[in-house]
């Protein structure tokens, strides 16, 4: 909880940056996620931490576990997953101005082996 705690301050802290008028000129090309990450630097160096302890800390807070029930998650959790989601989507985006865009990308996978059906797909249309 003593961790919880102090990283919902790194991320009030960076919204409150972030949303100062007096900042938010400088600030507004720069994400909120970038300042939070700021922000856990400084706290860790704060504690004491190494750089590589407070990047590793950093990494497993915001790694998304594919294996993680998303549904068990309260709202801000789940408001914190969607959130690094949607920056790395971002990240990955293909934008019509980058050099490698392709417009219309088909592809083929391989068929190496035989597909698995679920049961969903092998019942008739008789049953209904």
């Not at 919880?4 to 909120?32: G, I, M, T, W």
């Not at 922000?39 to 160096?45: E, K, M, T």
Request: proline fraction near 3%.
């Amino acid at each position: 909880m003593h961790f919880l705690y102090f990283s919902q301050d790194c991320s009030r802290a960076a919204e409150q940056l972030k949303n100062n008028p007096r900042h938010k000129s400088y600030l507004e090309q720069v994400s909120l996620r970038q300042l939070e990450k700021l922000f856990s630097f400084l706290r860790g160096y704060l504690w004491g931490q190494s750089l590589a302890e407070t990047m590793e800390q950093f990494q497993r807070e915001t790694t998304i576990d594919p294996e993680e029930d998303l549904n068990k998650l309260d709202d801000k959790e789940l408001a914190k997953r969607k959130s690094i989601m949607d920056e790395l989507f971002e990240k990955n985006q293909k934008k019509k101005d980058d050099p490698n865009f392709v417009y219309d990308i088909e592809v083929e996978f391989p068929q190496d082996e035989q597909l698995q059906s679920c049961g969903w797909d092998t019942e008739s249309a008789d049953e209904f």
